[in-house]
């Protein structure tokens, strides 16, 4: 080893990174912000993490937005000759390749409300950070407040952070550094593959020109018939915002959402419909706020005394509802559906989910993975407190089993998503659609479905499964230790804790 004098030891570059996660848009960007008034050279990164991939709830169809949501960065960046640096590496080894060869002042970031998995590399960020002395800020994400003491005020915290002013950058100022190439090759990591990089047409595309495309048509037009097609399983394609996936991979913050709402709201006709679709970005907020707060939600009952409610596991009847054939037409055209575009409706949701842990009485965590793959708006924070809601273990929301026919009856009343999605029964006509099942033999023929044999027979009685739950269900909802996590659950999660609320 060579004495070196402090001279000698080559100075590095002083710089800042700007890492996008769940935030993938320029505009109302505060970690973007803060970045540019440091009057230092700023590096954009975004990193393919393997470790995320492989989590069960990874499925290609996000990775293919986020891809597509970083081209559209990528394009507005085109023209100032800057970049943003898409790794597919350990976030770990990139900061620590990034550290040997830049003095990195900062790293600026928003907070993620994600699974066990980010939040464990989280962990390992912050420890990096500690040693390296660099100093990570993060900013909040939309209305979730971390280590938030009380839900006290919280519903005046959050109209008032939707009211901020947003947090624009000027891009003309942008300070934004390349690095040497040879050294971002060597780092960079795997190609991504051809499913990632490839478009999808049957999905939502991602990327912040396509949000705010999706707000503008909801806001101008598409809102007229929000409140009356929001559950329909067909027309809540075109007559709900579709916001959804935009909003959980952050190609718009929540506070521009609402402020183009509000502005909206004068002069809109149909002012109920805005002031509903207002309620729902709370809701979005409200639910990843009690994931924030608690997170073991990924996989344990919020309400632990469901723990001794016992649900054997089926595997043939978990594989019917996976795989669409259940013999429910409406279950099983939703599934479908879900395979090939990743939406359907909150209603929909509802519904699959009550069929599988209802009907079906499965454990919620034996679907709760393959849901979150399906979803292309997966949101941890929705996704888990929604799915102990609709499961009826929060001891504290009213528990609804759906009924499956006369959901069917009243949402798809021409049979369009069903025969959309079950070719298969595309004869039936619409008052057989519903339960094929009765179907004399004669009809079976004359609308050439063979029941059993081109489409199931329902694999539950829907009547008797349903009572059977219902009987346990609201026989736990009653005892003692339900009602004792119930109100440890309403003091944690509610502002108004004696006034139990159905979200
Ligand atoms: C079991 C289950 C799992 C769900 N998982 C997710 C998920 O992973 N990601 C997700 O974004 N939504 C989830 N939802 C909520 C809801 O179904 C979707 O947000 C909604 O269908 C998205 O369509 P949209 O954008 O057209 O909604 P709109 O009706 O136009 O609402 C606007 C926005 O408000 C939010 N929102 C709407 N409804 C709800 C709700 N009930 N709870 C919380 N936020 C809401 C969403 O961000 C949505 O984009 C889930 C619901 C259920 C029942």
Excluded at 233 to 254: D, E, F, T, W
Excluded at 292 to 315: G, L
Excluded at 346 to 368: C, G, H, T
Aim: proline letters at 5%; a neutral charge; charged letters at 25%.
């Amino acid at each position: 080893m060579t004495d070196q004098t402090a001279s000698e030891i080559p100075t590095l570059q002083d710089i800042v990174i700007v890492w996008f996660k769940r935030d993938l848009r320029f505009t109302d960007h505060e970690p973007l912000y803060v970045a540019q008034q440091q009057n230092l050279p700023i590096l954009l990164i975004y990193c393919f993490e393997p470790t995320v991939m492989d989590y069960p709830d990874s499925d290609v169809r996000h990775w293919r937005f986020v891809y597509q949501s970083l081209q559209d960065m990528q394009s507005k960046l085109d023209g100032l000759n800057a970049k943003i640096y898409i790794f597919h590496n350990h976030i770990t080894t990139v900061f620590q390749s990034l550290s040997e060869k830049y003095n990195i002042k900062n790293i600026y970031s928003h907070q993620e409300i994600g699974n066990k998995i980010t939040y464990d590399r989280d962990l390992d960020i912050q420890k990096f950070c500690l040693e390296k002395q660099i100093e990570w800020i993060e900013y909040q994400h939309n209305g979730v407040i971390r280590r938030l003491k009380s839900r006290k005020n919280w519903e005046q915290r959050w109209t008032q952070k939707m009211e901020e002013y947003p947090k624009i950058v000027n891009e003309t100022q942008w300070n934004l550094m390349n690095l040497d190439d040879a050294f971002f090759q060597d780092l960079k990591g795997p190609e991504l593959s051809i499913q990632i990089t490839s478009n999808e047409p049957a999905f939502q595309p991602g990327g912040e020109t396509n949000a705010w495309k999706y707000l503008q048509s909801f806001l101008i037009e598409r809102n007229v018939n929000y409140s009356k097609h929001i559950s329909k399983p067909q027309l809540s394609r075109k007559g709900c915002s579709r916001l959804s996936p935009y909003l959980a991979y952050g190609n718009i913050s929540m506070r521009m959402v609402y402020q183009y709402t509000m502005q909206h709201y004068k002069t809109a006709s149909n002012k109920r419909a805005l002031s509903n679709f207002v309620s729902r970005l709370y809701w979005h907020c409200h639910f990843m706020q009690k994931f924030e707060d608690e997170c073991r939600m990924e996989f344990e009952n919020v309400n632990r005394a469901y723990d001794s409610m016992v649900k054997t596991k089926n595997e043939a009847y978990i594989t019917a509802w996976q795989t669409g054939t259940t013999g429910v037409p409406i279950v099983d055209a939703c599934i479908r559906c879900l395979h090939t575009t990743g939406y359907i409706n909150f209603r929909m949701r509802a519904l699959v989910v009550s069929f599988v842990v209802f009907n079906l009485w499965q454990d919620w965590r034996e679907i709760k993975y393959f849901l979150a793959k399906l979803f292309l708006d997966y949101e941890p924070g929705i996704h888990y407190p929604q799915l102990q809601m609709q499961s009826g273990v929060t001891g504290v929301n009213t528990i609804r089993i759906y009924n499956p026919i006369k959901n069917a009856q009243e949402h798809d009343v021409e049979g369009i998503f069903i025969k959309t999605w079950i070719p298969e029964l595309k004869n039936v006509p619409t008052p057989l659609l519903y339960e094929p099942w009765k179907m004399t033999s004669i009809e079976q023929e004359m609308y050439k479905v063979i029941i059993g044999k081109d489409y199931p027979a329902p694999i539950v009685d829907i009547d008797e499964s349903r009572k059977a739950a219902s009987d346990i269900v609201w026989a736990f909802q009653k005892t003692k230790a339900v009602k004792v996590e119930g109100d440890r659950i309403l003091q944690k999660h509610v502002n108004n804790p004696s006034r139990p609320r159905n979200s």
